[in-house]
């Protein structure tokens, strides 16, 4: 049977209202307004902690520790040398640029180009950091690779 507008309905369950609890026993949730008889759960400022598991020692705590965060790293947003030459027609791009092409997803993220791809144009490329490959190969397609606070020294011979 084909569906058309005369056939059409809601799917199960679309249509159920919110439950109103202790609107007494006619509405099927009245007395103990669905929280059962006694423990734990019934009463009135319950709340369970993340991962409980009634009683039995935790998940996070069964497992071993592992590993070490360096809470002082700075996360650096990787831009690829192919990415930027998907970018047709671009002679310079600055910090405001990389969050206006979708490069990057906020103004004030720092910066690393990594060398991966090639450049055929000659773009001025400013950045927090470079990578060793990615100074070659802005500066063999004739552009410049300039550290935000300074030039980038040439790469080594």
């Given at each position: 049977m084909a569906k058309n507008l005369s056939n059409l309905r809601a799917p199960k369950k679309a249509n159920t209202g919110r439950k109103r609890v202790g609107r007494g026993m006619g509405s099927g949730m009245g007395?103990?307004?669905?929280?059962g008889h006694k423990g734990q759960g019934s009463?009135?400022?319950?709340?369970?902690?993340r991962g409980f598991e009634g009683g039995q020692m935790p998940l996070h705590r069964r497992l071993p520790k592992r590993g070490f965060t360096n809470?002082?790293?700075?996360?650096?947003?990787?831009?690829?040398?192919?990415?930027?030459?998907?970018?047709?027609?671009?002679?310079e791009i600055t910090?405001?640029?990389?969050?206006?092409?979708?490069?990057?997803?906020?103004?004030?993220a720092l910066i690393k180009i990594l060398g991966s791809g090639e450049l055929t144009s000659a773009i001025t490329i400013h950045a927090h950091k470079f990578s060793k490959s990615a100074v070659e190969k802005i500066e063999k397609a004739g552009g410049k690779a300039i550290v935000l606070g300074g030039p980038v020294a040439p790469a080594a011979a």
């Amino acid at each position: 049977m084909a569906k058309n507008l005369s056939n059409l309905r809601a799917p199960k369950k679309a249509n159920t209202g919110r439950k109103r609890v202790g609107r007494g026993m006619g509405s099927g949730m009245g007395k103990t307004s669905t929280r059962g008889h006694k423990g734990q759960g019934s009463r009135s400022g319950f709340s369970l902690m993340r991962g409980f598991e009634g009683g039995q020692m935790p998940l996070h705590r069964r497992l071993p520790k592992r590993g070490f965060t360096n809470i002082f790293r700075t996360e650096y947003t990787v831009v690829n040398l192919d990415r930027i030459a998907a970018l047709d027609a671009i002679s310079e791009i600055t910090l405001e640029d990389y969050k206006k092409l979708g490069l990057s997803s906020s103004k004030k993220a720092l910066i690393k180009i990594l060398g991966s791809g090639e450049l055929t144009s000659a773009i001025t490329i400013h950045a927090h950091k470079f990578s060793k490959s990615a100074v070659e190969k802005i500066e063999k397609a004739g552009g410049k690779a300039i550290v935000l606070g300074g030039p980038v020294a040439p790469a080594a011979a």
